[in-house]
């Protein structure tokens, strides 16, 4: 009798540098792939929009990569629980495989599944995956956890560098059978009627080899230069590996050891790495991390109910050409540069006093890369609410880290094209233009570009007289 097994894929669709696919190989068992879309478990963070187009895409890849080792994937949709015991007994599986989370939603959803698996003799081994160093890897040496990442990081680095990445498995045995499986096409997850993903089909290729690619041509073209081409949005100077690594379509071992070949003139990227683990260490043990403050005073700020400046933000039509910039790339490409997201989301939440949680919810709709644990821990560290965040009284000026990080405005002309004819001296504060240079440039403002829906001195003024009112207790 063929003996059989199953690996369950969630936010890791790749072959290479995946420990479950090295062991189920090992195993000797004739394999199943599955995907579950289970987003009712997720609850408010099943994922957005923009994601579900991203794991169509990637799921589409992961097939065609799995069917030419033979491995059937499985697709499934509804109570994760119970289809992945479905499927289990429906293929008579020995062993089931697959890399852990670390959202509390789905450390549950895990357990309740090892149990049902195991209760019915099916044996389950799990990994990490998902992270260089999982939760509880990275502990204070007097107990407990780590609540602010340059200790954690300093922690992190005397472990030394992370294990080297696995090879994606030469061979695999594919499971034969018959088992009722979803086409990609009927979760519906890309858009139709409109079709609005042009602009993320354009700049998100999905699939192992797309992002190896990328990779690759970033380690040998702009890593050297990173520490500094980072801050300008108008040059491609990151990575833009955020959506790979969020679905796990690279792996961060492998992103780490090949930019971590070039030396220590890759500490700044390989810093961003740490990040991501510590995001992850965080929500582990911060589970409501993406919900609430984790400063507890913050609980009691008074966050203004505006509707209609939400929406102006959403848009990119604050006034505020950088603030406006970032956000219709966001809308466009399903990213942003993570300069503009400080510069965005520092101006949500202090030029408009607006609830940092708004600005989440719909970073976490609009981004390819929309990682529960960064979106949250970001948005709580330029909010001021987290525990190792920028203090709440620091306030970006939208006007002076425009001129600062776009001098030229290269990036706004791209983004806010009605603006593309003014001058470096006037592109980043338009309504400080003499009227000549806005005739100039066909410019009305009011009528081809807004006006600032807020005057961010008098903003600034707002948000620090809320916060010491906060301290004061009233």
């Known amino acids: 009798m063929t003996k059989t097994g199953f690996v369950w894929f969630r936010d890791d669709l790749r072959l290479k540098d995946n420990p479950v696919l090295k062991a189920a190989a090992e195993s000797g068992l004739h394999l199943i792939a599955l995907y579950v879309l289970d987003d009712a478990a ?42 992945v015991a479905a499927v289990a007994e429906a293929a008579g599986a020995e062993e089931a495989f697959w890399n852990r989370r670390y959202a ?77 499986s979803d086409a990609p096409e009927d979760w519906k997850l890309a858009p139709s009627a409109p079709d609005w ?28 230069a990173y520490g500094t ?39 700044p990227f390989l810093t961003e790495l740490v990040w991501r683990d510590f995001s992850h260490h965080t929500l582990h043990h911060f589970p409501d991390l993406p919900d609430r403050p984790m400063r507890e005073a913050f609980e009691a700020y008074p966050w203004r109910h505006d509707p209609a400046a939400l929406r102006a933000w959403q848009r990119g039509r604050t006034g505020y050409p950088i603030v406006d910039a970032g956000m219709r790339q966001l809308w466009a490409t399903g990213w942003m540069h993570n300069r503009v997201r400080m510069i965005t989301a520092s101006f949500l939440v202090k030029d408009l006093g607006l609830d940092w949680r708004e600005g989440e919810r719909w970073f976490w709709d609009c981004l390819v890369d929309a990682d529960l644990a960064n979106n949250a821990i970001n948005w709580q560290w330029v909010a001021g609410t987290g525990i190792d965040a920028s203090p709440f009284f620091r306030v970006f000026n939208p ?37 000549e240079a806005l005739a100039a440039a066909g410019v009305r403002l009011g009528h081809d570009y807004p006006r600032p829906i807020v005057d961010h001195g008098r903003a600034r003024d707002r948000a620090l007289a809320d916060l010491r009112g906060l301290r004061r207790g009233g």
Request: glycine share 12%; hydrophobic share 45%; aromatic share 8%.
């Open 42 to 83: 997720a609850g408010a963070w099943a994922r957005g929009a923009a994601g579900r187009w991203w794991l169509h895409a990637n799921l589409l890849s992961l097939k065609a990569d799995l069917d030419r080792l033979g491995v059937p994937l499985v697709l499934r949709r509804g109570d994760a629980v119970a289809e």
């Open 104 to 180: 509390a939603f789905a450390e549950g959803q895990d357990r309740a599944i090892a149990a049902a698996l195991e209760g019915r003799g099916v044996a389950v081994r799990a990994f990490d995956g998902a992270v260089m160093r999982p939760p509880g890897a990275v502990e204070r040496r007097t107990g407990g956890h780590y609540r602010m990442f340059t200790p954690y990081l300093k922690a992190w680095r005397a472990l030394g560098a992370p294990d080297a990445p696995l090879p994606a498995p030469a061979s695999l045995k594919g499971w034969q059978g018959r088992i009722r």
């Open 197 to 224: 993903a042009g602009g993320m089909r354009a700049a998100w290729p999905p699939g192992e080899a797309a992002a190896a690619e990328r990779l690759e041509r970033f380690v040998e073209e702009g890593l050297d």
């Open 229 to 267: 081409a980072r801050n300008r949005p108008a040059q491609d100077g990151t990575s833009r590996l955020s959506p790979y690594l969020h679905l796990g379509v690279i792996g961060p071992r492998h992103v780490w050891h090949a930019a971590g070949a070039r030396g220590d003139g890759a500490w």
């Open 399 to 435: 006007t002076t880290q425009g001129r600062k990080f776009d001098p030229k405005g290269d990036y706004v002309r791209r983004w806010v094209p009605e603006l593309a004819r003014l001058g470096p001296a006037q592109i980043h504060a338009p309504w400080e233009a003499p009227e």
